[in-house]
């Protein structure tokens, strides 16, 4: 470099500190050291990139993730006789040096979470099953930290034989040298954990950080066997950890051991699987991706825990650990810009001022937010009409859903009533088993906004009391092997919820109607006996007249007094959810079928919806459909609700729009006004767009899905509110309220 100025001392230092620290390198973490000793070399040299040891991508499982064996054997094949694996033993009491043979369930892999050794009785035959396993692609195994204190120990190192590390040593003391070395050489090959299936999943023996997975580092090693501890240590001489779990907001999924538990439990999308077999408790493995517990009891107490380990029924608490996170909301969980992954769309904005505008909402009315585990989607209207005297027809409907390629529909009655989504369980213990409610509630009823529909909280125990004991009646709790239902329902009356709007729009713009409208006919009359010119105007103001009385008979069919719950109607369509299961793969008949039993148990409060299933492709069916609307429509009824078949359909352009409402023409004068009928006026609205809607109907459609599907998956329930608040934050979005 002539552009510097130094001895040649400078050079040769450098040139002599390097020699120097070739020979320490190794000792600094660098397990592969290259020295280019000339230019030739250099020239030489390709750089190759290669995966990481921890980036296991692209294996996909299926797994069966096992958790701390600590030389429990016996219980070790009887779990993985259990879980499939078909284990054969060479000769009676002995394995030879290679180990049993190993028959794995076709396409599955077993994953070791470490501790593999120390304390219990069989710790040479786990290391021969084990290491033959891996030595045959049948498992993948991480180190937990007795493997490495062991593997230290065995290649001379100075450590404290604790902990039952002298068990260990003992029986492996009877065996040859050969096994020994190929102990070690199994040890030191073992990486600090695996990020396996496009990183949905992590292994690691005592956890890891988001911002850990995939990498390599001392500080990563030690993290992955021992997690964090505080530096302090507890009555029982053990160290004090910090819960990394709690404060968890990684993506994947995250199964780890180290810790003993008495019950496997999830946090944050993790769960510790190390279920304490060696101190009596049981050896737990999980299945991936099913998420499915298999656990085998321990023959005996192996070693005595320091820090008394409890049986299942010692420590069941009220709440569990996630339930106990979760009492606890972060408002960073649902404020902001935010961009939503989800399974039926693959990700929804949400715009930064719509999800405050959904928070304001959500913190000043909402329900116990333990509850809102959904909130239901819009509904777009079909086209306009161009039948005379229409602004709504089901034809418009059929030939939507027909364009889309789908050949039959089921048209529902629409009862005019509120939306409301009710969450019921079987009885309170699954209420705070499954919800963490604890307050004695074993359900709620909610509107599309999340607020309680009820202020007396006696009569919404009542309601649920009776929608409750007809879920009884009617089996639904044996049939669906759950102990509570999410329901999509209309509640009736529609009074019940619009009697301000009533007080406030309706009832005034219908009383100055008919006062006004009656004296302007009266005086246009005697004018028109003067002078026949004023004979259109006075028809007009006649047609006027009778849409002033026609606004006020609307309004009023679809109102009542309610003084109890005898009053009320609740109408059921989606058996949205239950135990282990989102119900969007059943069709709409078997919705409509399952909800008609239930309300045949109870038909003072619950009331089916009527349905007729159509083939769009068939005019005559058509026909038979269109005339059922009219048929409802006429006699004061709403009108009604066409959807696909399936529950999901996919069209010639995607996901098609769940459900097309089609009102009848009295009803949309509640909607658009008195004299929306009239030919100037309906004209103007035919021009209406419902691209919009529809867009938005799509998009919070996937949201409620993804909520449900999160909650029945056991997620964190921020995971479910980002979806909750999702959708209330996209009714924020400027779209026609009349639509």
């Known amino acids: 470099r002539p552009d510097r100025q130094f001895g040649p001392h400078v050079v040769r230092n ?38 990481l040891w921890t980036n296991l991508r692209h294996e996909h499982g299926p797994f069966d993730i096992i958790g701390d064996v600590h030389g429990c054997y016996e219980e070790l094949v009887a779990l993985l006789q259990s879980l499939g694996y078909r284990i054969e033993h060479k000769s009676e009491g002995s394995e030879g040096p290679e180990g049993p043979d190993v028959t794995v369930p076709a396409g599955r892999r077993a994953i070791f979470v470490g501790d593999l050794v120390d304390r219990g009785p069989g710790i040479p035959d786990v290391l021969r099953l084990v290491m033959k396993m891996v030595q045959q692609g049948q498992a993948l195994c991480v180190p937990g930290n007795h493997d490495v204190k062991l593997f230290r120990k065995l290649r001379g190192r100075d450590v404290q034989v604790t902990h039952g590390l002298a068990d260990s040593l003992e029986q492996l003391e009877k065996e040859n040298p050969e096994f020994i070395k190929s102990v070690v050489k199994f040890l030191d090959d073992l990486v600090s954990h695996y990020v396996l299936d496009d990183g949905k999943l992590v292994v690691a023996h005592a956890g890891m950080k988001e911002e850990m997975q995939g990498r390599g580092s001392g500080k990563v090693r030690d993290f992955a066997l021992y997690g964090e501890t505080t530096g302090e240590t507890d009555e029982y001489g053990l160290p004090v950890r910090y819960n990394w779990a709690a404060e968890y907001r990684g993506k994947a999924m995250v199964v780890y051991g180290h810790t003993p538990v008495a019950e496997p439990e999830w946090l944050n999308r993790t769960i510790n699987i190390d279920t304490g077999c060696v101190f009596g408790g049981k050896l737990t493995a999980l299945r991936y991706p099913e998420k499915e517990l298999v656990s085998v009891p321990a023959l005996r107490t192996y070693y005595q825990s320091a820090r008394p380990f409890l049986k299942e029924e010692e420590a069941a608490p009220a709440l569990t650990a996630q ?111 499954r919800f963490g409610v604890t307050d004695g509630e074993i359900g709620v009823c909610y509107t599309r906004t999340g607020r309680r529909f009820f202020n007396d909280v ?54 100055a109607a008919r006062a006004s409208l009656p004296v302007a006919v009266e005086a246009l009359a005697l004018a028109s006996a003067a002078n026949g010119e004023i004979s259109p105007l006075l028809e007009q103001y006649r047609e006027r007249h009778r849409a002033a009385e026609l606004y006020v008979e609307a309004y009023r069919r679809y109102c009542w007094s309610v003084e109890s719950l005898a009053d009320w109607k609740l109408a059921p369509f989606h058996l949205l959810a239950s135990e282990g299961a989102v119900h969007s793969a059943k069709d709409h008949v078997w919705h409509m079928q399952t909800l008609a039993r239930v309300c045949a148990a109870d038909p003072g409060v619950l009331l089916a919806t009527p349905f007729l299933v159509v083939d769009v492709t068939q005019e005559s069916e058509r026909e038979k459909g269109s005339e059922w609307w009219h048929e409802l429509t006429s006699q004061g009824g709403e009108g009604m609700v066409v959807k696909p078949m399936e529950f999901l359909t996919k069209g010639l352009r995607g996901v098609v729009q769940p459900a097309v409402k089609v009102r009848g023409r009295e009803y949309l004068r509640i909607i658009y006004g008195p004299e929306y009928t009239l030919a100037q006026n309906l004209e103007r609205l035919r021009n209406r767009g419902v691209g919009a809607k529809r867009s938005l109907a799509l998009r919070e459609f996937a949201l409620g899905l993804e909520s449900l599907e999160r909650f029945v998956q056991r997620e964190p329930l921020r995971r479910v509110h980002e979806c909750v608040f999702g959708v209330l934050a996209l009714e924020s979005e400027p779209v026609d309220p009349r639509l």
């Open 323 to 433: 339930q106990q996170v979760d009492d606890l909301l972060d408002l960073e969980d649902v404020l902001g810009k935010r961009i939503i992954q989800t399974r039926l769309q693959r990700s929804i904005t949400i715009r930064e001022e719509n999800a405050t505008a959904a928070l304001e909402v959500m913190s000043r009315f909402a329900a116990n937010p333990k509850w809102l585990i959904y909130l239901p989607p819009t509904m777009s209207p079909s086209e306009a009409s161009k039948r005379e005297g229409l602004l709504e027809h089901p034809e418009e409907a059929y030939a939507y859903y027909l364009h889309e390629g789908i050949p039959k529909v089921i048209c529902e009655q629409k009862h005019m009533g509120s939306r409301a989504v009710v969450v019921v369980c079987k009885d309170r213990d699954a209420a705070r088993r």
């Open 458 to 511: 006696k009569l919404e125990s009542e309601l649920l009391d009776r929608l409750g004991g007809a879920l009884t009646a009617a089996g639904t709790w044996e049939s669906l092997d759950t102990d509570w239902v999410c329901l999509d329902c209309e509640l009736m009356p529609w009074s019940a919820k619009a009697q301000d709007l009533l007080r406030r729009q309706y009832a005034p713009t219908g009383a």
């Open 14 to 51: 450098q040139a002599r500190d390097l020699r120097r620290s070739l020979r320490g390198l190794e000792r600094e973490g660098f397990r592969h050291v290259f020295v280019l000793s000339s230019p030739e070399e250099v020239d030489a040299v390709k750089v190759v990139r290669e995966r």
